[in-house]
């Protein structure tokens, strides 16, 4: 069995697996969690989670999710202020490598902040909770669709400054299990992915209730191929976080 990610993104992939009955759908967290219990052997994480669990995983050079330039389903949002020493963000749930991301952006920028871990997802609530807000994936493509100031393109201004495409989720395995089967299926998935993208788009606009054409945009800049270039974001990305995090 696998994994992969129930989010949005990820929709063209599931639906070019070519063995959906050895496929399971979960969160990043729900994932790692089988993965780490040995319910599962392999799947799709976030990069944050890996790097924090490298003694026991395995990277694969298999799909990912990247995007080069805008992503829209990462996005700080604010009640109406920009960015400033002091400033205090709401930071939803499943979002441990896009904070890694921000907190990159802040520190480029100069900018102290705190952040206020917070279990709602939804732009409105967070910003409930203080005058920034961070959101991500479908929660994001609604607040981008909504009216909402948006302040950073969260991948885009990680893009910008580091001159590296974001990568947010990897596939990994447990060390020293047999995934061979699994991971030669979703690099099938991978390279058919693009079939897909109209059809999970329209589907996607109906239920996250927002224009067919901000889907059809946004899986234009999903990226899932594993690249020399990706290989050079993570190893970038592994040195934020050991700065960042120790890890």
């Given amino acids: 069995m696998i994994g992969l990610i129930n989010f949005t ?6 639906r070019a697996y070519p063995e959906p009955a050895e496929m399971i759908l979960d969160s990043p967290r729900g994932i790692i969690s089988s993965i780490l219990d040995g319910s599962i052997a392999c799947g799709m994480v976030s990069l944050v989670e890996y790097f924090s669990h490298r003694d026991v995983l395995e ?6 999710i990247s995007s080069k330039g805008p992503v829209i389903s990462t996005l700080l949002v604010s009640r109406g202020t920009l960015p ?4 205090e963000i709401a930071v939803t749930r499943h979002t441990r490598t896009t904070e890694m991301y921000l907190k990159y952006i802040l520190r480029s920028e100069g900018i102290e902040y705190e952040a206020k871990a917070s279990s709602s997802t939804e732009a409105n609530d967070l910003l409930k909770e203080a005058e920034f807000a961070l959101v991500i994936g479908d929660e994001a493509l609604r607040a981008f669709s909504s009216g909402f100031r948006i302040i950073w393109d969260i991948g885009y201004e990680f893009n910008r400054i580091s001159s590296h495409a974001p990568v947010f989720a990897v596939t990994v395995k447990r060390k020293g299990v047999d995934c ?3 991971i030669s299926h979703l690099n099938t998935a991978m390279l058919h992915a693009h079939e897909f993208r109209d059809e999970c788009a329209v589907e996607s606009a109906r239920k996250l209730g927002i224009s067919h054409a901000i889907m059809k945009r946004y899986y ?3 990226r899932y191929e594993f690249t020399t270039e990706t290989s050079k974001s993570i190893e970038f990305a592994s040195s ?3 700065e960042l995090y120790g890890i």
């Fill in 180 to 182: 061979s089967r699994e």
């Fill in 59 to 64: 990277l694969e050079n298999s799909a990912v």
């Fill in 220 to 222: 234009s800049l999903v």
């Fill in 9 to 14: 993104h990820s929709c063209p992939l599931h």
């Fill in 84 to 87: 400033h020493n002091g400033m």
């Fill in 240 to 242: 934020i976080v050991h």
